[in-house]
């Protein structure tokens, strides 16, 4: 684990200092020049290969933090890769096409994007995986958005809102019982105390998405029509292509083990588009996997939601990510990380700068690393103690763990969440992060609360 490292020993003004060098690099390189986001890291990597050289590191040291790090990202990979055929073999077995076709009724009512933000927390809530969710039914509405001219940006916002409200309040999901674990708290005892904070944010969110959705138009109303019926002609909509869907969500809700249940969701999905097509040719149908699903629509809109999916596309995220828990590796090696822990740890004599130090941490880790599980674990970990020494319940700590931690992660564009979910998404995490409100809700409520004594024992020493 990167944790375990054995790492240099530096003062935390020091560490404050690279920190503020590298996040200011990688973020100008991201945002303002607007270069990939590989550049932007393999940028920060150098500069903590050039600081670790004047430390009097030796390189093959650097390299083995580096290989360290990146090695905790393998499991990631793996399933990148499944969810990649996962994709690719829904688009062909009909399952994202019979979404897009139900999305697409759901426009011509009101509130698109509360729809959207009702729908994917519900799924979420269901098997637990913010992730599949995205891929899956968010790939169907932002489709639906794109083609009928409704933002898309805002609708991928709407989506990862959902799919991580259902993330971090499923019993399913393995940030959740990582929070709860780490902090020492009961699953369902987390779960309920995180009531407090997450239906705020959802109910807040839900009422902005209301706001702020699309009026219905006579050229949306035609638009439907247009793609309703060449999704048809394309013979893509059926109720049977939602089998696999539901092979999925039941492997999920027993806690069948990810590799496994992308697996049979694939299967699923390759023998239904055996049939609809009337059987394929072999080397097309492994290609498939690979390259993705290419439509044959006639309708560019249409073919710009379908043709997708496929391991291939999963390629650009994989390399984000492995190169941004390389550079995390480095962090520790050269001590950055240990440094700010250890400095936050000196300023934690009220609940309120002990709750704010914990969420802020969290953060910094998302942004520094790009690690969910590393924000959960570090904070949780590095806190716990002073959790229970302010007359803290462990179920405050798992809270605060998950307000921060889980749902900050997909608004980083080097993260492992966010690079995933723009990447089968469309959209660019700068582009739909200020859209994401529960997001951005969560991690503030949770600091108000700290600030305010709300929802804590009244024994808490504020």
Same mark, same amino acid.
């Given at each position: 684990?990167?944790?375990?490292?054995?790492?240099?020993?530096?003062?935390?003004?020091?560490?404050?200092?690279? $920190? &503020?060098?590298?996040?200011?690099?990688?973020?100008?390189?991201?945002?303002?020049?607007?270069?990939? %986001? =590989?550049?932007?890291?393999?940028?920060?990597?150098?500069?903590?290969?050039?600081?670790?050289?004047?430390?009097?590191?030796?390189?093959?040291?650097?390299?083995?933090?580096?290989?360290?790090?990146?090695?905790?990202?393998?499991?990631?990979?793996?399933?990148?890769?499944?969810?990649?055929?996962?994709?690719?073999?829904?688009?062909?077995?009909?399952?994202?096409?019979?979404?897009? !076709?139900?999305?697409?009724? @759901?426009?011509?009512?009101?509130? !698109?994007?509360?729809?959207?933000?009702?729908?994917?927390?519900?799924?979420?809530?269901?098997?637990?995986?913010?992730?599949?969710?995205?891929?899956? +039914?968010?790939?169907?509405?932002?489709?639906?958005?794109?083609? @009928?001219?409704?933002?898309?940006?805002?609708?991928?916002?709407?989506?990862?809102?959902?799919?991580?409200?259902?993330?971090?309040?499923?019993?399913?999901?393995?940030? $959740?019982?990582?929070?709860?674990?780490?902090?020492?708290?009961? +699953?369902?005892?987390?779960?309920?105390?995180?009531?407090?904070?997450?239906?705020?944010?959802?109910?807040?969110?839900?009422?902005?998405?209301?706001?702020?959705?699309?009026?219905?138009?006579?050229?949306?109303?035609?638009?439907?029509?247009?793609?309703?019926?060449?999704?048809?002609?394309?013979? &893509?909509?059926?109720?049977?292509?939602?089998?696999?869907?539901?092979? *999925?969500?039941?492997?999920?809700?027993?806690?069948? $083990?990810?590799?496994?249940?992308?697996?049979?969701? $694939? +299967?699923?999905?390759?023998?239904?588009?055996?049939?609809?097509?009337?059987?394929?040719?072999?080397?097309?149908?492994?290609?498939?996997? !690979?390259?993705?699903?290419?439509?044959?629509?006639?309708?560019?809109?249409?073919?710009?939601?379908?043709?997708?999916?496929?391991?291939?596309?999963?390629?650009?995220?994989?390399?984000?990510?492995?190169?941004?828990?390389?550079?995390?590796?480095?962090?520790?090696?050269?001590?950055?990380?240990?440094?700010?822990?250890?400095?936050? #740890?000196?300023?934690?004599?009220?609940?309120?700068?002990?709750?704010?130090?914990?969420?802020?941490?969290?953060?910094?880790?998302?942004?520094?690393?790009?690690? #969910?599980?590393?924000?959960?674990? @570090?904070?949780?970990?590095?806190?716990?103690?002073?959790? #229970?020494?302010?007359?803290? #319940?462990?179920?405050?700590?798992?809270?605060?763990?998950?307000?921060?931690?889980?749902?900050?992660?997909?608004?980083? %564009?080097?993260?492992?969440?966010?690079?995933?979910?723009?990447?089968?998404?469309?959209?660019?995490?700068?582009? !739909?992060?200020?859209?994401?409100?529960?997001?951005?809700?969560?991690? @503030?409520?949770?600091?108000?609360?700290? *600030?305010?004594?709300?929802?804590?024992?009244? =024994?808490?020493?504020?």
């Amino acid at each position: 684990m990167l944790q375990n490292q054995k790492e240099l020993a530096i003062k935390p003004l020091e560490a404050a200092i690279i $920190t &503020l060098l590298l996040m200011g690099l990688v973020g100008y390189l991201i945002i303002w020049m607007e270069v990939v %986001p =590989q550049i932007a890291i393999i940028s920060g990597i150098a500069l903590l290969l050039g600081y670790g050289a004047v430390k009097r590191v030796s390189f093959r040291e650097l390299e083995a933090a580096m290989a360290e790090g990146a090695k905790s990202g393998i499991a990631a990979a793996m399933i990148f890769f499944f969810i990649g055929m996962l994709i690719s073999s829904w688009m062909a077995s009909g399952t994202i096409p019979t979404f897009i !076709y139900l999305a697409i009724d @759901l426009v011509s009512g009101k509130f !698109y994007y509360a729809i959207v933000f009702a729908v994917t927390s519900i799924i979420g809530l269901s098997i637990g995986s913010s992730l599949t969710t995205a891929a899956t +039914l968010g790939v169907a509405f932002v489709g639906a958005s794109t083609a @009928l001219g409704i933002s898309p940006v805002i609708t991928a916002g709407a989506v990862v809102s959902g799919a991580f409200f259902g993330d971090k309040m499923s019993p399913l999901s393995d940030t $959740t019982n990582l929070a709860s674990s780490v902090a020492g708290a009961d +699953l369902f005892e987390h779960i309920k105390n995180m009531a407090w904070t997450t239906i705020p944010a959802f109910i807040l969110s839900f009422i902005v998405y209301m706001i702020i959705s699309p009026k219905e138009t006579h050229q949306s109303i035609k638009q439907m029509g247009i793609i309703k019926a060449e999704l048809l002609e394309l013979n &893509l909509v059926h109720w049977y292509s939602l089998v696999p869907f539901f092979i *999925l969500a039941v492997l999920a809700m027993k806690k069948v $083990t990810a590799i496994a249940t992308l697996s049979a969701g $694939t +299967l699923s999905a390759l023998i239904i588009s055996f049939i609809i097509n009337g059987g394929v040719n072999g080397k097309e149908f492994l290609a498939l996997l !690979y390259s993705g699903y290419t439509s044959g629509s006639a309708i560019k809109e249409v073919d710009s939601m379908l043709s997708r999916g496929g391991i291939e596309s999963m390629m650009f995220s994989i390399s984000v990510i492995l190169l941004a828990l390389s550079m995390g590796g480095l962090l520790f090696k050269l001590g950055i990380i240990p440094a700010l822990l250890s400095v936050v #740890q000196r300023f934690l004599a009220r609940v309120s700068m002990l709750i704010s130090a914990t969420a802020g941490m969290a953060i910094t880790i998302n942004f520094m690393i790009g690690e #969910q599980y590393l924000s959960i674990l @570090l904070p949780g970990n590095s806190f716990k103690e002073h959790f #229970q020494k302010a007359g803290l #319940q462990p179920k405050h700590l798992s809270r605060v763990l998950e307000d921060a931690g889980t749902v900050v992660n997909p608004l980083v %564009p080097w993260s492992v969440c966010g690079v995933f979910i723009a990447s089968v998404l469309g959209v660019p995490v700068t582009d !739909y992060a200020v859209f994401a409100f529960f997001c951005l809700f969560s991690p @503030l409520l949770t600091i108000f609360y700290g *600030l305010t004594g709300l929802t804590l024992p009244k =024994q808490a020493k504020l």
